[in-house]
C-alpha cells in the first residue's frame, strides 16, 4: 500500500499564495511507487466530486485543468520523493481538500491507487 502525506495547507486571502508538498513515507515501496509513476494533484470541494488539477509525469511533463492553468504549478523532487503544488492568485473556488496521488502518465488523467492520505485543507477567504 501506497503511503503519501499531504501538507502546507491553510487559510489564505484571495489572491494569495500556497505551496503544497506530498512526501512518500514508510516503505521502499511507497518511495519507488511514486518516483517511477505520474503523480497528480486532486481537490475536492464540500459537496462535490474529488477532480483531478494537476499530473506530471515522472519525466517531468505537465497537465492542468483548465480552472488553474496558469495560476498552479506542479513539479516534483524524485530524490525527494515529493511532489509540489504552487498555487498562486488564488480564488475562493480554490477552497477544498487537497490531494496527490498517481496520475496516468499517458492520458494526464486520474488513475489514483486505491488509498487516500489524509489530504490537506486550503480555505482561501475574501
Known amino acids: 500500500q501506497v503511503q503519501l502525506v499531504e501538507s502546507g495547507g491553510g487559510l489564505v486571502q484571495a489572491g494569495g499564495s500556497l505551496r503544497l508538498s506530498c512526501a512518500a513515507s514508510?516503505?521502499?515501496?511507497?518511495?519507488?511507487?511514486?518516483?517511477?509513476?505520474?503523480m497528480g494533484w486532486y481537490r475536492q470541494a464540500p459537496g462535490k466530486q474529488r477532480e483531478l488539477v494537476a499530473a506530471?509525469?515522472?519525466?517531468?511533463?505537465?497537465n492542468y485543468a483548465d480552472s488553474v492553468k496558469g495560476r498552479f504549478t506542479i513539479s516534483r523532487d524524485n530524490a525527494k520523493n515529493t511532489v509540489y503544488l504552487q498555487m498562486n492568485s488564488l480564488k475562493l473556488e480554490d477552497t477544498a481538500v487537497y490531494y496527490c496521488?498517481?496520475?496516468?502518465?499517458?492520458?494526464?488523467?486520474?488513475?489514483?491507487?486505491?488509498?487516500w492520505g489524509q489530504g490537506t485543507q486550503v480555505t482561501v477567504s475574501s
Open positions: 496521488n498517481r496520475a496516468d502518465g499517458t492520458t494526464m488523467g486520474p488513475r489514483p491507487w486505491g488509498s
Open positions: 506530471i509525469t515522472s519525466a517531468g511533463n505537465t
Open positions: 514508510g516503505s521502499i515501496f511507497s518511495i519507488n511507487a511514486m518516483r517511477v509513476n505520474a
